[in-house]
């Protein structure tokens, strides 16, 4: 049996490994960063084998510290995992799942306390992120993502693909006028975001509805910037602009008249939201009693955004 380091050294190694970087890990593991650089060393003079190439300004895996760090990341996992649920309450499952900020905050959570009443048992631990793509090396059950399906070496379902809509509140229509035309919107304030997303944007909703780039992209050039679409439908409810939302982030509030709908225009989405888990874990009676209760209730869901789709908008009422 080869020696084994102490376990503060493999959560080093894990999360260098993860973060590609010593201060990284540092930050995640509340520890210097001398600190992660001195358990790495430890390691790898303690198996005699390289684990990280170091470059100036770069930390790279070696074939043998991508294998190991694997296989580390799936040790501290399943430790991890095994002593929470020993900790927990008798008959009590904890279940791990991340998701896009604006979508837990707009869509699952309004509907957790229902999923809590018929599964007491589960324990849904939630977690948010803006790249929520799944990843071998996560601790995570489960993600609820944006994309196309395609995870090689996990398993998804799709849950809903909703509808791409301009929202406002009423009373910046008021201000500024009600637009004529799609071209018409970018004399409006546009609220824009500034981090690479997986939802569609500005221009995706443009082309579709036919406005030439030449007549949008000044448009979009200057503003307000937010880091996510939930910091921008904030500022769309204080009135400081126009913000591009997804049905599901804007569902019950288009239906109060919080916000109004820009345009009868039917721009699906280009990407669809998915529960993705690993392979592993398909079994689990918590993992399946939560992924077909999201299943319902994005069913609910896609049929009311279809049939919302079928019917003109509403007008905009005052406030």
């Not at 050294?9 to 993860?18: D, E, G, K």
């Not at 500005?202 to 082309?207: C, I, Q, R, T």
Request: glycine content about 4%; charged content about 25%.
């Amino acid at each position: 049996m080869p020696h084994l380091p102490p376990i503060a050294a493999l959560r080093a190694l894990a999360a260098a490994a993860r973060h590609l970087s010593f201060t990284k890990a540092a930050e995640e593991l509340n520890v210097t960063q001398s600190a992660v650089s001195h358990q790495i060393r430890h390691i790898e003079e303690l198996w005699d084998v390289q684990l990280f190439e170091r470059r100036p300004r770069q930390l790279l895996l070696t074939p043998a510290g991508e294998q190991l760090a694997g296989i580390v990341n799936d040790f501290i996992d399943d430790l991890t995992k095994a002593l929470e649920d020993l900790k927990a309450e008798e008959g009590h499952t904890a279940l791990r799942v991340e998701m896009l900020p604006s979508l837990a905050v707009k869509w699952l959570v309004p509907r957790l306390q229902e999923f809590r009443a018929e599964h007491p048992e589960v324990d849904v631990w939630l977690s948010t992120r803006q790249d929520t793509r799944p990843s071998a090396n996560s601790n995570l059950d489960a993600v609820i993502t944006l994309g196309d399906g395609q995870y090689p070496g996990f398993v998804s379902w799709e849950l809903m693909r909703d509808y791409v809509i301009p929202v406002a509140r009423p009373r910046l229509l008021e201000e500024y006028g009600a637009p004529d035309s799609p071209a018409d919107l970018c004399r409006l304030p546009l609220l824009l975001r500034h981090e690479g997303v997986l939802s569609p944007g500005w221009d995706y909703w443009f082309e579709f509805a036919g406005v030439p780039p030449s007549v949008y992209q000044p448009a979009l050039r200057e503003g307000t910037r937010f880091p996510d679409t939930n910091m921008a439908i904030q500022a769309a409810f204080e009135g400081q602009g126009v913000a591009l939302a997804r049905s599901a982030h804007v569902w019950e509030d288009l239906q109060t008249g919080r916000l109004v709908r820009l345009f009868d225009i039917h721009c699906p989405s280009d990407v669809s939201v998915y529960f993705v888990c690993r392979q592993d874990q398909v079994e689990r009676p918590a993992l399946i009693a939560f992924r077909d209760w999201l299943l319902k209730e994005a069913r609910e869901s896609q049929e009311a955004f279809d049939a919302a789709e079928k019917e003109p908008p509403k007008k905009a009422a005052r406030g």
